[in-house]
C-alpha cells in the first residue's frame, strides 16, 4: 500500500507583513557630507554668513601669521 501525500494547499491571501514593518517609517534619504554642510549652510541667514566667513578669515589670517613666525611652511609644502 502506498501511502499518500496531500497536496500543498495554496494561499488565498498574501503573507501579512510583520507589525516591524507596518510601525517602521518610511525610508529617508541620506545626504553625502558635503550635502548635508551645503544644506545647513543655505539655512544660515546672510548675516551669520558674514560671520562666518569673517571668523574662517581671521583663522586663516593667525595661522599663516604664526607660520611666518617660526619659519614654517604652510598646509602641503615638503619640509
Known amino acids: 500500500m502506498a501511502s499518500v501525500v496531500p497536496p500543498i494547499m495554496a494561499r488565498d491571501h498574501p503573507p501579512r507583513s510583520s507589525r516591524k514593518d507596518a ?3 518610511p525610508p529617508i534619504p541620506t545626504l553625502t557630507p558635503a550635502q548635508a ?3 545647513a549652510w543655505q539655512m544660515e541667514s546672510t548675516a551669520e554668513q ?3 566667513r569673517e571668523a ?3 583663522a586663516r589670517a593667525q595661522f599663516f601669521q604664526a607660520n611666518r613666525q617660526t619659519g614654517r611652511r604652510g ?3 615638503k619640509m
Do not use: E, Q, V, Y
Open 23 to 25: 510601525t517602521r517609517p
Open 37 to 39: 554642510i551645503a544644506k
Open 50 to 52: 558674514k560671520k562666518w
Open 56 to 58: 574662517d578669515a581671521k
Open 75 to 77: 598646509l602641503g609644502s
